[in-house]
């Protein structure tokens, strides 16, 4: 009995430790040390059961679609005993374009070089603040070779728009990094990509959900790093009064946009709306903000012809933003 409680204090103490021995594991991976004195034991007993459970011959995860966080392609390395890598590349350019090496851990986060078969620029978009002759060069990454496209079928007018002078213009903003490899940082067109690799075209759910009598205007957001969508909301200043007046609400309409129970009846009939438009399950808004002032060009929010500026409006509510996604987050943990 006493070699049993031996033994298991034994293996309770390194399950107390193994988050420091993964650190461990983790800077020696950065030096360039496969193993760290403790890593056998901790590969056989924590690991492995990873290892194991994907098959137990894993040395490769290649990543694409949508970009993966640098925190959890680390994470993915170090419990995997596997090179975790990204890549990039798009339909029109038949696939891969990118692939980040598997032995160089500074490439964590990125997509890596560029493939042989294909020639790389950056196009500067000045509308978002992109410069592509900077010395950090930000911009449009465009591609041309032998693996593009011919063209879209039977759609000359949006072939000419994305290839230009023999460069397909990608839509992706990128940036190089100092080892010749590329980071995925944001998109330019107003079509969006969802961390299940899902497309989300924006406009076309705005003037969706726009049609729902409790708003006047709506702006929709979403990022390769979210499974969901969030949106700031202009209410409708008269249905919101008549609601608030049934429901027994009183205060002016800065007060109700803040009142929980008006962000529960809004979100409720854009809920309703999304159903009766039969949007997918990854077009439904899951949080909200209701701003009572409206979209202006005053905050640069707009353009002279009232087109919304996006860029813009993220950096005017990146704060409710991050907010709406934590407590997003939190409420699906309870």
């Known amino acids: 009995m006493e070699k049993i409680r031996r033994k298991y204090?034994?293996?309770?103490?390194?399950?107390?430790?193994?988050?420091?021995?993964?650190?461990?594991?983790?800077?020696?991976?950065?030096?360039?040390?496969?193993?760290t004195e403790a890593a056998p034991l901790l590969d056989k007993i924590?690991?492995?059961k990873v290892k194991e459970g994907l098959g137990g011959?894993?040395?490769?995860?290649?990543?694409?679609?949508?970009p993966l966080s640098s925190s959890v392609e680390t994470?993915?390395?170090?419990?995997?005993?596997?090179?975790?890598?990204?890549?990039?590349g798009l339909t029109e350019t038949c696939a891969g374009s990118f692939c980040a090496r598997p032995d160089e851990l500074s490439m964590i986060g990125t997509v890596g070089p560029p493939l042989p078969i294909i020639d790389v620029c950056l196009e500067s978009v000045p509308d978002m603040e992109y410069d592509a002759l900077a010395k950090i060069p930000r911009g449009e990454?465009?591609?041309?070779?032998?693996?593009?496209?011919?063209?879209?079928?039977?759609?000359?007018?949006?072939?000419?728009?994305?290839?230009v002078d023999g460069w397909f213009h990608t839509?992706?903003?990128?940036?190089?990094?100092?080892?010749?490899?590329?980071?995925?940082?944001?998109?330019?067109?107003?079509?969006?990509?969802?961390?299940?690799?899902?497309?989300?075209?924006?406009?076309?759910?705005?003037?969706?959900?726009?049609?729902?009598?409790?708003?006047?205007?709506?702006?929709?957001?979403?990022?390769?790093?979210e499974s969901f969508l969030v949106a700031v909301i202009n209410p409708n200043v008269e249905s919101l009064k008549k609601w608030a007046e049934f429901n027994g609400l009183s205060g002016d309409i800065y007060k109700l946009c803040g009142k929980p129970e008006v962000k529960a009846w809004i979100l409720e009939e854009l809920k309703r709306m999304a159903k009766e438009k039969k949007l997918r399950g990854f077009e439904f808004i899951k949080?909200?903000?209701?701003?009572?002032?409206?979209?202006?060009?005053e905050r640069n929010?707009?353009?002279?012809?009232?087109?919304?500026?996006?860029?813009?409006?993220?950096?005017?509510?990146?704060?409710?933003?991050?907010?709406?996604?934590?407590?997003?987050?939190s409420s699906c943990r309870t």
């Open 9 to 35: 204090n034994h293996y309770e103490h390194v399950y107390l430790y193994n988050f420091d021995y993964l650190i461990s594991k983790l800077r020696n991976m950065i030096r360039g040390y496969k193993h």
């Open 46 to 48: 924590v690991f492995n």
């Open 57 to 66: 011959n894993l040395r490769l995860i290649l990543s694409g679609a949508a």
């Open 75 to 88: 994470f993915l390395r170090v419990v995997t005993c596997a090179n975790v890598v990204q890549g990039y």
């Open 141 to 163: 990454i465009c591609i041309r070779g032998k693996g593009l496209f011919s063209g879209y079928y039977k759609r000359e007018d949006l072939t000419k728009e994305v290839l």
């Open 171 to 225: 839509g992706d903003i990128g940036e190089w990094q100092p080892d010749g490899s590329m980071k995925i940082i944001d998109r330019k067109k107003n079509i969006f990509k969802l961390s299940q690799g899902e497309y989300v075209s924006v406009e076309n759910l705005e003037a969706t959900y726009g049609l729902s009598f409790c708003i006047d205007a709506i702006w929709i957001y979403g990022n390769s790093f």
């Open 287 to 297: 949080a909200i903000h209701l701003d009572p002032r409206p979209f202006d060009m």
């Open 301 to 329: 929010l707009l353009t002279p012809t009232y087109k919304k500026k996006r860029d813009q409006f993220l950096k005017y509510y990146q704060e409710v933003i991050e907010d709406l996604y934590e407590s997003a987050r």
